[in-house]
C-alpha cells in the first residue's frame, strides 16, 4: 500500500484505552512453569549483524530483554525494561514514519513478564520469544492502556504513530499473552493496526471465560492494509479477535470458549483457512453496519470473506451475517464463500442478522456462496446456496481434504552450532564490497544438517549466485540480497539474483526471513527464479520479501526519483528502473510461498521527505510452475507489465493475493519502459488501441493454465498519472484481470478490484487474441457488482465451452 487512502467507517470504537477498577475474574487464571534459559539457538548464536547504511556504528540489532533489566519472574513490573530494549539506539517510534535503517530482533528468554502499559512495538521491530520454552506476558490487574503489545499507538488528538497502511515490516511469535489477571471488563492482547510484510505466529492469548460483562480480546485491529497471521490460540475473551483491515490473510486458528470467535468489523477481502472454533457462542459475526437509508437491511461494512478447511464445534451460530439475496446493501457486500467447512458442531451455519437460519448446521459444508458469481461471459447472477464444489488438483491437497499448508520453519531443535554465519565465512555485508563470491562458497559448504544464516546486513551481489537444491538458510530480522552492476543491466538477456537449483532438480531449500532487492537500477535482474520440484512444502519461502527502491542502500530513492506527474514520461530516467522481475516459478518448479511482498516502492521510508516516487520494474510474480505452487498471504505492487502472471501454469493455489497499480501510470502507460517480450509470455496491450487507461498494469493475467484456485483477490488501481479523480468515477484503469486462451478448472472465488472499469476481461476460447477492442470481449463490469468500496464478485469460471 501506500496511498493516504481514508476509508471512513461507521463502527464503534471499543472501550480500551482506561481499565475499569479490580472486579472478581472470571477464571482462575493459567499457571505455567519455565526455566530460565534455553538452548533455542536463536538465543545463543554469536550476534554480527550490522545496519549498512546507518551510521551509528554501535547500534544494535539484536536485543534480550534481559540486558535490559526485564526479570521475567512473574512478579517484578518489567514494562520499562522491556520497553526500553524496544526503544535504544534513537528508533523509528513516535514522530518517525518509517525507518528501515533502525531494525531490532527483540528476544524474550523464558519466563513471565508482568506488564502494567502496553509494549509498544516500533516501526521494523521483531518480538521473538524463545520457541523452546514460550515467554508469558502478563497483564497486572490494573493494566492502563490499549493493549500488552501495540504496533500502532494512538496520540492523544485521535491521530496514530504511524500511517495505518504503511505500517510495514513487523513479526510477533512465540508467546502467550495472558489477560486473566485483569478484570473481564477490559483488556487486549494484541493491538495489530498494521499492513504489508507483518506478521503473527504461534501465540496463544488467555482471557477470561464467559461472562455478560466480558469485554477481552485477543487482537484488536482496527484497520490497515495487511497481512499475515498463523499458528494462533484464543482461549476465553468476548472476541477472541476483533477485525478490521482493508485485506488480510490468516490461516491455522484455534478458538476455544470465547464468546464470539472472530468479530469481522469491516474489510474488502479476508480469507481465513484452516479455522477451528470450540465451545464459542458464535463462530464468525460479520453481520456489521448501520441499517440502509432504505430502511431494510443492514448497510454491511464488510465486504467479503472465505473460509475453508475449517471446522466448528459445541458452537451454536456458525457466522452471522446480513446478507440479502433481494435488497443487498451494498449491491456485493457482505460476499461469503463456504469452502469444506465441517458445521456439525453448530445448530445453525449461517443466520440472518435478525436470527433467521439460512444456512441450517449439522453437516459438512462442501462449498456454499453469497455473492455475485459469473461463468464466462454469462451475466453475473446473484446466488445464495450450494455450488457445485470445486474439482481440487490432487497436486494441492494436503492431509484429510484440505488444502496442504506448512508454517515457517523455526528450527527449534537444531544446536545453535550448526548455524553457519554468512559473515563467519566471509561476507561483509556491509553495502559496499562485492559478496558474490564469500556467498556462493558459504552455500557451497553447507552441511545437510547445516544452516545458513544471513546476518543482519546488506550483501551486494554482481552476479548470479547459484543456490544448491538442498539447503536451509534464514535471516536476521531481514538481511538485504542486493542485486548490482553491470550483470543485471541488460532487459533482454535478464539474469538470476538467486537462481534456486537447476531446471528438472528435486530439491529441498528453504528461506525466511530475507529480502531481496537491487543496489541501483537492474532492469535484467530476476531477483529469485526457482528452478526446484519436489515434494508439497520441501521447498518453500517464509516471511522473505522483495523490495525495490525507496529505501537507504537501492539507490532508487526520493533524491532522484521522486514522482513526477507534470513530465512526460514517454522516455523514463533510467536511474529510476529497478528490476526485470521480481519472482519466477519456472515450468519444473514446485514451490510454497507464505507473507512475501512483492513490492516496488512507491514512496520513499527513508529520506525525510517520505515523498511518493517514481521507480520502474517490468514484471512482479512470474508463474509457470507444472508441479504445484502455494501462496498464501502474497501481495504484489507497482510493476509495470503486470503483477501476477500465471502462464501455461498448472496446479496452482492463490489466497489471497493483493496489487496495485503504479501510480504513474498511464504516464508512461505499460510498456514503457519495459518492452514487450513475446517468448517470455509478456502482455502485449495490443487489444487497447490507443486507449490509455488500458494500457495499465495487469493485477493478475492467467495464461493457458488449468487447475488454479484463488481464494480472495484484492487487486486495486487508486490513480492515473497521480491524480485521485478516477478513484470515485471507478475507472482510473479500463482492465486488472485477464483470462486468455485455454484455461480449465479456474476458480477465482472472492474478487474485488477498486476502480477498474472492468473486472475481469476474459478471451477464454478465442486463442487468446481475439482482435478489437477489449470493451468487445467478455467483461465482468465493476457497475454491476459495487461493494463497500471495492467491486465484489463471489466467484468467477471460464465459461463452458462444451
Ligand atoms: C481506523 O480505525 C479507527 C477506529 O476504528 C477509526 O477511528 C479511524 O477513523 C480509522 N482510520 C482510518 C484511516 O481508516
Ligand atoms: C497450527 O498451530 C499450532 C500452534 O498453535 C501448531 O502446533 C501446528 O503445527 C500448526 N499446524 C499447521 C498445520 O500449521
Ligand atoms: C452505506 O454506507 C456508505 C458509507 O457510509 C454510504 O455512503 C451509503 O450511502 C450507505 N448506503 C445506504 C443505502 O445507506
Ligand atoms: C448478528 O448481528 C446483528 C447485527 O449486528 C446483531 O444484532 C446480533 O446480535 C448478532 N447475532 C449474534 C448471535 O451475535
Ligand atoms: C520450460 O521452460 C524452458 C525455458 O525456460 C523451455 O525451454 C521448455 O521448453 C519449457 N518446457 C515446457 C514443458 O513448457
Ligand atoms: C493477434 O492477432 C493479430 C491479428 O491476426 C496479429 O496481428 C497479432 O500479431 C496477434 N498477436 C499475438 C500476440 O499473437
Ligand atoms: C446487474 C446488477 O446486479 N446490477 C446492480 C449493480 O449495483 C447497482 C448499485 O450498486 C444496482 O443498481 C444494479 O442493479
Redesign the pocket.
Known sequence: MGSRFIFTLVLALQTLLTAAAPTPQGSTGVTYQQTASSSYWLANIKRQGTVAFGSDASYKVFRNVKDYGAKGDGSTDDTTAINSAISDGNRCGKGCDSSTVTPALVYFPPGTYMVSKPIIQYYYTQFVGDAIDIPVLKATASFQGMAVIDADPYNDDGSNWFTNQNNFFRQVRNFVIDLTGMPATAGAGIHWQVAQATSLQNIRFEMVKGGDNNKQQGIFMDNGSGGWMTDLTFNGGNYGAFLGNQQFTTRNLTFNDCNTAIFMNWNWAWTFKSVSINNCKVGIDMATGALSTAGKSLNQTVGSLMLLDSKLTNTPIGVNTSFSTSDNTPTSGGTLILDNVDFTGSTTAVQDYTGTSVLAGGSIVKSWYQGKTYSGATAGTSVRGNLTPPNKPQALMGSSGAIFERSKPQYENVPSSSFISVKSKGAKGDGTTDDTAAIQAAMNSIQPDQILYFDHGAYLITRSIMVPSKIKMTGEIWPLILASGEYFADQTNPKALFDVGE?GQEGAVEMSDMIFGVAGPAPGATLMRWNLGGEAGTNGIWDVHFRVGGYAGSQLQSDTCSKSPKSDHSTVNTKCEGAFLLFHA???SSVYLENSWFWVADHELDLSDHNQIDIYNGRGVLI?S?GAVWMYGTSAEHSVLYNYQLN?AKNVFMGLIQTETPYFQSNPIATTPFKVQAARGDPTFENCQGDKTCEKAWGLRVVDSSDVLIYGAGLYSFFDNYDQTCVAGQNCQANMVSMEGSISNLNLFGLSTKASVNMVTSAVGVGGNATGKYSSLNLVPDEDNRSNFCATIALWTPPDLS
Do not use: L
Request: glycine letters at 14%; proline letters at 0%.
Open positions: 531446471e519456472t515450468n519444473t509457470e507444472q501455461g
